[in-house]
């Protein structure tokens, strides 16, 4: 999600923010496509939830996947081989935010959680999904607003407890070609994000888990020198989850998500499956 540089320049301004310390942790539970919810999630959920569809909302990783930078952060090479051992085995070098992903709340705080630190029940939760496709189509540059979420919300009531909120903008079917990063001829990358007023909001006045992009960035392209979101977001002890796909294809409330990220000890994010639940 970092354009050249990027990384040099985080390190700089890293500041030191408390960690979110309450929770709103989510179990599940296995049989017949049924959830059992802690009890304050059972209470936002108005019973038990059940499901008929699971929608595979991961990209497949593959050498060359986008990036702002247009360096390539996965390379995967073939020290054994069938043809020679009689075994395949790969070797994967990448850097941790690349393809679908979670960014940990350490990835932009001094002393938050790493992937392997947050509760698995905290990856499991309610999907809110706002679409903004029609203007991210006239704007690359878009971005969800405190208005959206208000317009999602007169539409299917308050956001659920513990939920993830995920920006659709389209962006998902770009991925093969140059607008996914959107890398002007300047350097400068055209790609939709959430407002840092939307993530103030969700912090301060609901009570949500994650937020989620099918972007490569919780910013928006032009944004992302800055990233005010990411720090805000993942400075208060919360998740992000970028580049994302299918949210088309679920439906914009009632669905569940589960993040399968990495349970690597110390790390920022990593390449992760991640389903909807329907």
Known sequence: MCPPNCLHAICGKATRRGLLKAGFTLGAAAGLGSFAAAPRAVAAARGPVSFSEITDLSHPLFEGFPTFSGDKWFEMEHPVTWEKDRVNLNRWTLMEHTGTHLDAPIHFSEDGMSADMIPVGDLLCPLVVIDIRARAAEDPDAYLTPEDIAAWEARNGGIPEGACVAMNSGWAAHLRGPRFAGRDSEGRNHTPGFHEDAAAMLISERSVKGIAVDTLSLDRGLASGDFPVHYDWLGSGR????????????????????????????????????????
Do not use: M, N, Q, Y
């Not at 949210?247 to 389903?275: C, N, Q």
């Open 239 to 278: 998740w992000g989850a970028e580049c994302l796909t299918g949210l088309d294809t679920v439906p914009e409330a009632g669905a569940w998500i589960f993040v399968g990220g990495p349970k690597v000890e110390g790390a920022s994010g990593g390449p992760s499956r991640i389903v909807a639940f329907h």
